[in-house]
């Protein structure tokens, strides 16, 4: 071989080698990246979770609180009077749990 094909064998080698490291070292940058983006909307998620199960249970406990107070004090209240605001009570209360399975998966 002479000095021109060595020269040449070598700048063949650097010019698929270069562009092939840098093809895999942006991957992993890419991969880091998915793994920050991925830790943000987990993050995310987790703070919506925490507002929704916190408002779910403040609007259990109001309706409760209700339910409570019109028994006790409103003559002539039937339970049938405040079926809706048990249901409505219960159904916001559960919409934290169902956020939390799906949010959670477990």
Do not use: H, R, W
Not at 44 to 52: H, M, R
Not at 71 to 98: N, P, R, Y
């Amino acid at each position: 071989m002479n000095k021109a094909t060595k020269t040449f064998t070598k700048s063949a080698i650097f010019a698929i080698a270069i562009p092939l490291m840098a093809l895999l070292f942006s991957d992993l940058a890419m991969a880091q990246v998915a793994t920050s983006a991925a830790s943000k909307v987990n993050q995310t998620l987790n703070g919506f979770l925490y507002v929704v199960m916190s408002v779910g249970i403040a609007l259990f406990t109001a309706a409760l609180v209700l339910i409570g107070y019109k028994f006790a004090f409103v003559e002539g209240t039937k339970f049938s009077d405040l079926k809706g605001v048990l249901i409505g009570g219960v159904l916001f209360g559960a919409a934290g749990a169902i956020a939390g399975f799906l949010v959670t998966g477990a």
